[in-house]
């Protein structure tokens, strides 16, 4: 009697989101048809990338970049899901640069017996309170000259260094701030070197 052993089961990969529940296979490799766009438009509004898409239809990225090229259609859905996805993430953060207002429906009830019994329902309207850190990240995304960490200056003219840079006056340090300065790797001054040595 001889054994065999069983057929290996077949990795699957997973996409960020699903588009629909049942995929519709576009066809033998480069297969145009017209189902192409709306699946286009829904994977650029999840964010996936020209590669991911290349792989949901099975065909390459080459064929992608022909689409594109090719067909308005295909074109205008991967530049409209994009933006949608682009707004929707804008708007968010502007509500939270904001703040905003929300209504949440609370149930009123009681125990009876044991057993919960629902006595009412009411709209609760709460106020979220407007972020300061999505606040900054807005207004450096809209205006980046105004609302930049670094601001760069251009300054002209000439530089005048007095005293002497090799050999600093540590007059004014005792000899625990010396011994301070020798540590962090300033041991290379004349003066601390002179002064340890007494």
Sequence with gaps: MTRTKPPKAEKRTRTKARVSEVRQKPGPKGFWNSSVPQHTFELARFG???????????????????????????????????????????????????????????????????????????EVTKHVLPNITAAIYLLKARHGDKWADVNYSNITGKLTVEGNIKHPDLSGFDEQEKQLLKKFGLAQLKQLNDTSRN
């Design 48 to 122: 996936h990338t020209n590669e991911e898409i290349a792989e949901f239809f099975e065909v390459s990225k080459s064929t992608i970049d022909n689409w594109t090229r090719e067909h308005l259609e295909f074109r205008e859905a991967l530049y409209k899901g994009r933006l949608e996805s682009s707004l929707q993430v804008l708007d968010n953060v502007y509500k939270r640069a904001n703040g905003y207002t929300y209504t949440e429906t609370h149930e009123e009830y009681t125990y009876k017996d044991g057993i919960r019994i629902t006595t009412s329902y009411r």
